[in-house]
């Protein structure tokens, strides 16, 4: 065996390096945009699934009759508000003055402020709408949608930004029954 053929057979050519390089540069530019699209799923699934737990929590709230401070009359129970004009963010609230509806200024609002969504994510729409108010009264619980006992459910459909065929649709019905599709 000659010197030549020794050193060949023991280090990579410049051909081979540069093919290797463009394959891991190809394959980056084809995973990176798939990376991007998975990150936003993520996030509408990760903000329809907090939207789902914070209804729960309002239920919750109203079963343990938990306390709560009211400027203006008593509270009565708990529950959730959505409105289609701020698309980014929904309230969690304490009822004070008995009309099953949220009020501003008059309802206590849990936490202190209004509960937005992840970036990228909005409220596409509020089935009945524009704005939905949820109330939870203990102790049965009685569920009022919009201030009507016999309103069956609210569909709220989230969506990414700027994609309206991504979606994630959260039916909450006046049995309690909280569904995320």
């Given at each position: 065996?000659?010197?030549?053929?020794?050193?060949?057979?023991?280090?990579?050519?410049?051909?081979?390096?540069?093919?290797?390089?463009?394959?891991?540069?190809?394959?980056?530019?084809?995973?990176?945009?798939?990376?991007?699209?998975?990150?936003?799923?993520?996030?509408?699934?990760?903000?329809?699934?907090?939207?789902?737990?914070?209804?729960?929590?309002?239920?919750?709230?109203?079963?343990?009759?938990?306390?709560?401070?009211?400027?203006?009359?008593?509270?009565?129970?708990?529950?959730?508000?959505?409105?289609?004009?701020?698309?980014?963010?929904?309230?969690?609230f304490a009822e004070c003055?008995?009309?099953?509806?949220?009020?501003?200024?008059?309802?206590?609002?849990?936490?202190?402020e209004s509960i937005s969504?992840?970036?990228?994510?909005?409220?596409?729409?509020?089935?009945?709408?524009?704005?939905?108010?949820?109330?939870?009264?203990?102790?049965?619980?009685?569920?009022?949608?919009?201030?009507?006992?016999?309103?069956?459910?609210?569909?709220?459909?989230?969506?990414?930004?700027?994609?309206?065929?991504?979606?994630?649709?959260?039916?909450?019905?006046?049995?309690?029954?909280?569904d995320v599709d």
């Amino acid at each position: 065996m000659s010197i030549f053929s020794m050193r060949r057979e023991q280090g990579f050519t410049v051909i081979e390096i540069l093919v290797v390089m463009a394959i891991v540069v190809l394959m980056t530019i084809l995973v990176l945009p798939n990376w991007r699209a998975g990150e936003q799923s993520l996030a509408l699934q990760r903000s329809a699934q907090k939207l789902a737990q914070d209804t729960r929590r309002a239920q919750e709230l109203a079963l343990r009759a938990q306390s709560f401070t009211c400027q203006i009359g008593t509270i009565s129970g708990y529950g959730i508000f959505f409105d289609q004009s701020a698309p980014n963010s929904y309230i969690l609230f304490a009822e004070c003055n008995g009309n099953n509806t949220y009020n501003d200024g008059i309802d206590g609002i849990v936490d202190g402020e209004s509960i937005s969504l992840e970036s990228g994510v909005e409220i596409a729409s509020v089935t009945p709408g524009p704005t939905v108010s949820i109330v939870f009264i203990p102790p049965t619980p009685t569920i009022w949608i919009n201030n009507d006992v016999g309103q069956t459910s609210v569909q709220v459909v989230l969506r990414r930004t700027g994609d309206p065929a991504s979606t994630k649709t959260i039916t909450i019905t006046n049995k309690g029954i909280i569904d995320v599709d």
